[in-house]
């Protein structure tokens, strides 16, 4: 998207939930089931769930996402599944997160149509603010501090840039990047509606504990 792009109408879903957005990736996860490790977030209050799954065939992509979507829409979750919107489609998910390189939002909203959730990830604010126009219903900001979880090749925004975009964009912000239980109070505090982790849960000694005191800290803010 880009500064001249219409401006194409959110969606009617309910909104994303406040509190954490897990991102469920099988190569932080190691041997943990994602269903077990979903079943436990979902135990603790967790509702917001990203499956992100970037080298592996469409058919394991898919049939992971008909086991999880059932079971977090079943607890009043919302399940978006990162870049393939025809997996989103088929397995009947909440909607899409995109990158800056995959389908365009307008194509993702008329693919998904307007009772999808469409996220879209983020580094700057020019992007951030061609998201909003855009007509996305959430974006992701970061990385906010240093991590490994993505592989991250963009700049370090941290705290202020957070702040910055908070300032000037109106849709919910899922800050994004070296984010744990120790740092999330500090990001809930800069503007992120729903603070986004990976590793911090997905690869703690135990995962229970570690949402237990993320979700601590984020109420503790609320």
């Known amino acids: ?17 406040y509190g954490l957005y897990l991102i469920l990736d099988p190569s932080a996860a190691g041997r943990r089931s994602l269903v077990e490790l979903v079943e436990i977030a979902l135990a603790a209050g967790v509702r917001a769930f ?19 979507c059932p079971l977090v829409q079943g607890h009043g979750g919302r399940f978006i599944v990162n870049d393939r919107c025809d997996v989103a489609l088929a397995v009947g998910a909440d909607g899409v997160h995109l990158g800056q390189d995959d389908l365009l939002l307008p194509d ?3 693919i998904l149509g ?4 469409i996220g879209i990830s983020t580094h700057t604010l020019t992007q951030a603010l061609d998201a909003e126009r855009g007509g996305a219903d959430y974006i992701g900001f970061g990385p906010i501090f240093p991590t490994v979880s993505k592989g991250e090749r963009e700049p370090i925004v941290g705290l202020e840039g ?7 964009v109106q849709i919910p912000i899922v800050a994004i990047g070296g984010i744990g239980p120790g740092n999330v109070a ?3 505090e800069a503007g992120s509606n729903t ?8 690869s703690a000694p135990d995962p229970a504990v570690a949402i237990a005191d993320t979700l601590a800290a984020i109420r503790g803010m609320r």
């Open 186 to 188: 500090d990001v809930v």
């Open 162 to 168: 957070l702040r910055a975009v908070r300032r000037h």
């Open 195 to 202: 603070p986004a982790m990976i590793s911090a849960i997905l």
């Open 1 to 17: 998207m880009t500064k001249n792009s219409p401006h194409f109408p959110a969606s009617r879903c309910p909104p994303l939930p």
């Open 108 to 110: 993702a909203r008329q």
């Open 114 to 117: 307007h009772e999808a959730l």
């Open 50 to 68: 990203q499956l992100r799954m970037k080298a592996v065939g469409t058919r394991q992509l898919y049939d992971l996402a008909a086991r999880l």
